[in-house]
């Protein structure tokens, strides 16, 4: 069994091999290639799961190192896997939404000349993401980490002819490197105080480390965690990262990768167990994050950008769970799963509707589309409720322990943060019900799109520019994948919390510990719904009710701020984009008016010296004879003194 | 008689040498001053190889005989050259050895 | 007497070089074949130098030879390699093939040239001695002799960087050969400068030596040994003045912040194989000198200038980055990420741990190949063009995607990217310069942010976006440039994936320099011993069974 871990890294890996150094032979077949490799990796990952469930419940991890990768001194890096509860629920998501998507991809890239170059990227981003939750030390788990940005980089700017889509891929993987700083610091942090960075050791001594260190490297954990899982201050990129084809956006910006920084939390549970300063702060970001997720998913009307909004702002929660500490970490990866499944659905029903509207996105141009497209609007009307929470749905059972276990953390800051999650459920609410009741309900506010200034995303859709879009359903190949997700979306969060099957399953390694909530849970449940109905109901009154404008009305100061993502971008110009090019001028001038200027200052200064010089040298033969019988005379004279002395 | 006249002699016979090559502009009289300045020193040599009864000063002073010869040929050749490209023997019109 | 390999693996580019030099005029193509064959031949060897190599020797040195050579100054012609150089050797073994391929026709005689001299030849001797020299200078544990060949590599480099150049730029022919010939001249100057001050210093060495010994030496071994045996006591002062006059030759070299500003002007000005030669084969002369010589001669004054040392590596990080964001020439951007990741192999070696010392070995050799694989993309992508800045292009990916493809690997291997080679490499230097100076290490780890800007600006700028004019219908690889290309991406992964066989060799030649400057690694905070803690969860787990 320990041999399928590594074939589970290695099969996607190949694939993503073959696919991209294939050449055009390939191009008929490759992404038959590609949903093949995912498929079969996603059925290692089965066989994996059904070998750990026949095993006692403490004995549920795995432990294999292939080869030593890094032996410098007392520095060693293996290129070791670790496969317990919790990297085999990823394992199981990963391959399994990702083949899903990948079945999706078939029909949604169907016309793009490049195709197998997608799906090898898709194959490497699963080998990567598979790394990164397999790796048994940080320092593997980072190439993983890694890996996920390159995969994300060469998946966002994939239509990489428009240079906004290469911008948000740049962007994006700069702002992960910001991240990376946090992580590999961390890693180093790791080796000064415990010699190694491996998951065993490191997390088995963690409390025997001084709080201050567990502290600094906990922070730079959650830097890390911010970058990959665009948490504030590190979000600006997830917005942007919509660029990339829809699939991207569901399965790596939605499912996936983004949720990698609430891996990495609850991975290294023990050190934030034993570092409380860091473990508020990842509660403060996790808050923030939610809230402000939230509000910009209120504003924007780019369909898929406020679904970005949306999962930012979910993944909010997942880190504000993780930390909660023990009384969060099972539902945070809960939320994820859950999470996992019905953003997917929610990402794959957008794509459905861009593909059958002309690659529109702006929502003001959608409007009752549910005659059009049944199937879609099913499948997004059942992740639309379970997100929202409503009662049966996945989303419902994840979110609600969430909100119990903040109010659980006690005090004053229980409620704060109990207030803040509830809050977000009652946003969460409105914006997706705003997401769906502007594009499957209300009059039909088509235009003939794209216009001529955005190039078209896809050549597809070139060909019909200017006609007016016939909304239409998708083919099998794409709303099979939507259906599965929506049952899934609709079953996971009751079939998780039958007997507390998931508390059960992932406490040997997270840790669990049932809180006291001030509130009992009755209440917060109840309280949940009833902020839930207040945001759907606003929504419904301010759109459904209404005819909605094509063109945005001015809105208020916060709409007008939330629809520039909050002012991240503006402050980062300023703050960076300005500051670093000033400085990067100002050193160039220094560079060449400087450091270089004293060294031609320096030749300069000796070629002066010696033009003055050369006027001695004036070729008359009797003036240099002069010299030589003054120079002798001296030296006679300089000798015969010092006889003398 | 004393030999350290003869040394007073080579030293005259150097100082002559040596103002000609100073002050005279012509390349023959210079050239001639330098051999005065050479034989001003084989003067001295001697002188020491008496005064001091070895023979090395001797052996000196042959051997600057030989340099002075193969000056003279190259000197004079280098002389010769100037004058049949400038028709000038003055050492001044010949100041080619700056940059 | 054993066959003296590594007087031969130097010999063998030297003799390739005249030979190459001596084709007739009528068939310089030839010229190409016998380089590559010759310079293939100096492969084989250094393959056989490692081959053979004895990890677990415990002498210093290996295949060592002996002469003597210049009796009256206790020169003696001594070679010998440990870990490092052989590696090193390797590299520069390695390198110079694909050199000669990617630079197959860039002293091709212009038809409106009216130079008399034979370029062709001259272009590939020049090169195949530029290799002997740095092959013998990695070999020598004379100080002489390396001193000897550490100059006199100049002269061919001088004539590589003066004489060849890409055909077309922003400037006419006249215009490219004066910025050519004063990159060549500041080239060749600031070297000198730099062995000047060596050479005083090496006298220096020769005459503490010879006072103290009795008969001055040179030899590395011998001096190495009368330090430890107490027989040779250099007075602080003096250790240091000439610790100072080794290290600023290397520093420029290397090249070193604030003595960097010639190594921008000779990569761009020259061809792109040059350019590569410049900084993955020669420059690592300099800082593989720091090791050998700087650290093994003078450990107390190398830990006294360590903060210094440290500190201007670190300026050197930062500084080359940030510049490197700046250029609008694609070569330059080149140089000056170049001088980024000199920061980084100085900040490793001085950082002294084994870590450090460990990554900055193996970032010679992983910035060898990674600038060689961008570098040599960068130049096929100008040829075609024919220009060398960044706005000139765009699109690219779509008409070329192969040469897009590649330039994108070489560029990740800059940005280290973990999965290709650099990553290690830098990633050891961090970890050992952090553990030593945590400060310190946690500032040049912002380094990686600046390369990720400049490297994927660079690329979005040239190979992304709507095709530009000029680059449409531009050809994709040719055959002779996949092979040039194929190798380097291929050795950027498995140096990346399995470095070990590498390390292996490194590790014994660094814990040996280590010693001499008598240095160990700190020491963890929380001593964590691997095998009591899996003994410790078996008995949890059977505890609980």
Redesign the interface.
């Known amino acids: 069994m320990e041999n399928l871990i590594g074939l589970l890294v290695l099969v996607p890996l190949l694939g993503a091999g073959v696919l ?1 150094c294939g050449g055009r032979r390939l191009d008929r077949a490759g992404h038959w290639i590609g949903t093949l490799v995912a498929a079969l990796s996603f059925v290692i990952g089965a066989v994996l799961f059904a070998g750990l469930l026949g095993r006692a419940a ?2 549920r991890e795995l432990d294999v190192t292939v ?9 060693h890096a293996d ?1 070791g896997f670790q496969l317990d509860q919790l990297s085999v629920t990823f394992v199981l998501l990963i391959t399994g939404v990702g083949s899903l998507i990948h079945l999706y991809s078939v029909g949604y890239m169907a016309h793009d000349e490049r195709r197998r170059r997608f799906f090898g990227y898709l194959n490497l981003f699963l080998a990567a993401m598979l790394l990164l939750v397999l790796a048994d030390n940080y ?1 593997l788990l ?2 993983g ?3 996920v940005g ?1 995969a994300s ?1 060469l998946l966002i ?1 994939f239509w ?4 906004s ?3 948000a ?2 962007k994006a ?2 702002v992960n ?2 991240g ?2 946090g992580l ?2 961390a ?3 790791m ?6 960075f ?1 998951f ?3 997390l ?2 963690a409390d ?3 709080e201050g ?1 567990l502290t600094a490297i906990g922070l730079m954990l959650l830097l890390a965690a911010c970058g990959k899982s665009a948490q504030v201050p590190l979000q600006s990129w997830l917005g942007d990262a919509m660029e990339g084809p829809t699939p991207v956006s569901a399965l790596i910006h939605a499912a996936t990768m983004v949720t990698a920084g609430v891996y990495l939390i609850t991975r290294s549970a023990a050190i934030f167990d034993a570092a409380p300063v860091a473990q508020a702060a990842v509660v403060a970001v996790g808050a923030v994050t939610l809230l402000f997720g939230a509000i910009v998913g209120c504003a924007k009307d780019d369909i898929k950008k406020a679904l970005a909004g949306s999962t930012m702002s979910q993944i909010g929660y997942m880190v504000l769970a993780a930390g909660l500490g023990p009384l969060g970490y099972v539902f945070a990866i809960m939320h994820l799963v859950t999470h996992g499944f019905f953003k997917a659905g929610l990402f794959l029903g957008a794509g459905s509707v861009m593909h059958g509207m002309n690659d529109e996105v702006d929502m003001r141009r959608y409007g009752g589309l549910r005659k059009y497209m049944p199937v879609t609007f099913v499948t997004f009307g059942l992740g639309y409720l379970a997100i929202i929470g409503f009662p049966g749905l996945s989303g419902f059972f994840s979110k609600d322990k969430i909100i119990e276990a903040a109010f659980a953390k006690g005090g004053t800051e229980g409620w704060i943060l109990g207030g803040a999650a509830l809050l977000g459920a009652a946003i969460t609410a409105y914006y997706m019900t705003r997401v769906m009741v502007l594009t499957f309900f209300g009059e039909e506010r088509w235009r003939p799109a794209p216009s001529p200034d955005e ?1 078209s995303a896809e050549p597809a859709a070139a060909a019909h520019e200017g006609a007016m879009p016939h909304p239409h359903e998708s083919p099998k190949v794409m709303t099979i994948p939507m259906i599965v997700l929506a049952a899934g979306s609709v079953l996971a969060g009751g079939l998780f919390s039958i007997d507390d099957a998931f508390v059960r399953w992932l406490s040997p390694v997270t840790g669990h510990e049932e809180g006291n909530s001030p509130v009992g849970a009755l209440t917060v449940t109840a309280a949940t719904m009833v902020v839930m109905v207040l945001g759907v109901a606003l929504a419904w009154f301010q759109y459904g009710r209404r005819p909605v404008p094509v063109t945005p009305p001015r809105g208020s100061l916060l709409t007008r701020a939330a629809r520039r993502d909050l002012l991240q971008d503006d402050i980062n110009h300023i703050v960076l984009v300005r500051g ?1 090019d000033h ?3 100002g ?2 001038r220094v ?1 060449h008016g400087l ?2 200027g ?2 031609n200052g320096t ?1 300069a200064a000796v070629g002066g010296a010696s033009a003055r010089l ?1 006027r001695l ?6 003036s ?3 010299s030589m ?1 003054g120079g002798t005379a001296v030296l006679i004279a300089a000798t015969l003194l010092m006889r003398a002395v | 008689m004393n030999p350290v006249n003869y040394l007073y002699l080579a030293a005259l016979l150097f100082t002559i040498g ?1 103002a000609g ?2 002050i005279r ?1 012509n390349a023959i009289v ?1 050239f001639m001053c330098v051999e005065l300045m050479l034989n001003a020193c084989n003067l001295a040599f001697v002188t020491f190889a008496r005064m001091h009864g070895n023979l090395d000063g001797q052996i000196i002073a042959f051997f600057t005989m030989v340099v002075a010869a193969a000056e003279v040929v190259i000197g004079l050749a280098i002389i010769l050259t100037i004058f049949r490209s400038r028709h000038s023997a003055s ?2 019109d ?6 | 007497m054993s066959f003296p390999l590594l007087t031969a693996t130097a010999a063998v580019p030297a003799l390739g070089a005249v030979a190459t030099a001596a084709v007739p005029a009528a068939r310089r193509a030839a010229a190409r074949w016998l380089a590559l064959g010759f310079s293939l031949a100096t492969l084989v060897l250094a393959a056989v130098q490692l081959a053979r190599f004895d990890t677990a020797s415990k002498t210093p040195f290996q295949f060592t030879e002996s002469h003597a050579w210049i009796a009256d100054f206790g020169v003696r012609y001594e070679l010998g390699v440990d870990g490092i150089a052989v590696v090193l050797i390797g590299l520069t073994a390695l390198l110079v093939p694909f050199v000669v391929l990617a630079g197959w026709h860039d002293a091709d005689p212009l038809e409106t040239s009216s130079r008399r001299w034979r370029p062709t030849q001259g272009f590939f001797a020049l090169i195949l001695l530029v290799e002997a020299m740095v092959v013998i200078a990695f070999e020598a544990t004379d100080v002489f002799v390396f001193y000897i060949f550490f100059e006199a590599m100049l002269v061919p480099m001088y004539f590589l960087i003066g004489g060849f150049g890409d055909r077309a730029g922003p400037h006419t022919e006249a215009e490219a050969a004066g910025r050519r010939s004063h990159a060549a001249v ?1 080239f060749l ?2 070297n000198l400068v730099g062995g000047l001050i060596m050479l005083a210093a090496v006298i220096g060495l020769y005459a503490v030596t010879a006072h103290q010994l009795g008969e001055g030496t040179f030899s590395l071994t011998r001096i190495v040994e009368a330090r430890a045996a107490g027989r040779l006591d250099i007075a602080t002062t003096t250790e240091r003045a000439l610790f100072l006059g080794f290290f600023f030759a290397f520093a420029v070299k290397a090249p070193l ?2 003595l ?3 190594l921008p002007g000779a990569m761009t000005e020259t061809t792109a194989p040059v350019a590569v030669l410049i900084t993955a084969v020669v420059d690592k002369v300099g800082t593989f000198a720091m090791l050998r010589f700087c650290l093994q001669l003078f450990p107390d004054a190398s830990r006294w200038a360590t903060p210094v040392v440290l500190g201007l590596a670190l300026v050197s990080i930062l ?1 080359g980055a ?2 490197a ?2 250029q609008k020439d694609i070569k330059r951007l080149i140089a000056y990420a170049s001088i980024s990741h000199f920061g980084f192999i100085v900040l490793g070696i001085f950082a002294m ?3 450090g010392q ?2 900055a070995t193996l970032y010679m050799v992983n910035h060898g190949i990674s600038t060689a694989a961008l570098m040599l993309v960068a130049g096929f992508l100008i040829a075609r063009r024919g220009s060398r800045l960044i706005e000139d292009y765009g ?1 690219v ?2 008409v070329a995607p192969v040469l897009a ?1 590649t330039f994108l690997v070489g560029g ?1 291997a800059t940005l280290s ?3 290709l080679a650099p ?2 490499s830098e ?2 230097v ?2 050992g310069t ?2 030593r100076h ?1 400060v310190l ?2 500032v040049a ?2 380094g ?2 600046l390369a ?2 400049y490297v ?2 660079l690329y ?1 700028r040239t ?5 530009a004019e000029p680059v449409r219908g531009m050809p994709d690889l040719r055959a002779r440039e996949l092979v040039v290309v194929t190798p380097l991406v291929v050795l950027l992964l498995v140096l990346g ?4 066989p590498v ?2 060799v ?2 014994p030649a ?2 040996h320099t280590m010693s001499q400057v008598h240095k160990g ?8 011993s ?1 095998a009591r ?2 003994d ?2 078996v008995n949890d ?1 059977e505890a ?1 069974k």
């Open positions: 991209l403490d004995d080869f030593s990768w890094v032996p410098v001194g007392g520095f290129a320092l980072y190439v980490w890694e890996g390159l980089y700017g990489q002819h428009k240079p889509a290469a911008t891929a740049k993987f700069l490197r910001v990376d700083v590999s610091i890693v180093m942090l080796f000064t105080t415990f010699g190694t491996a065993g050791p490191v088995d001594h025997r480390a001084g260190r190039p670093g400085l990067v001028r050193l160039a560079d450091v270089d004293a060294v030749a050369r040298q004036n070729g008359f033969a009797r240099y004879a002069v019988f | 040596a090559v100073l502009r210079v050492v001044d010949a100041s080619l050895l700056k940059l | 500041k100057l600031y912040w604030p960097h500003t010639w500084y940030l510049l964001v700046a741990t084994t870590q460990s990554g699109g990916q779509k493809g990740l990217l973990p999965g990553f290690v990633f050891l961090l970890v952090f553990s945590p290490g946690a780890t912002v990686i942010v990720a800007l994927l600006v979005q190979m992304t976006g709507p095709v994936i399995y470095p070990k390390t292996d490194l590790d660094v814990q690694d700190p020491a963890p905070d929380v001593r964590v691997d803690v899996k410790a969860r787990v609980a």
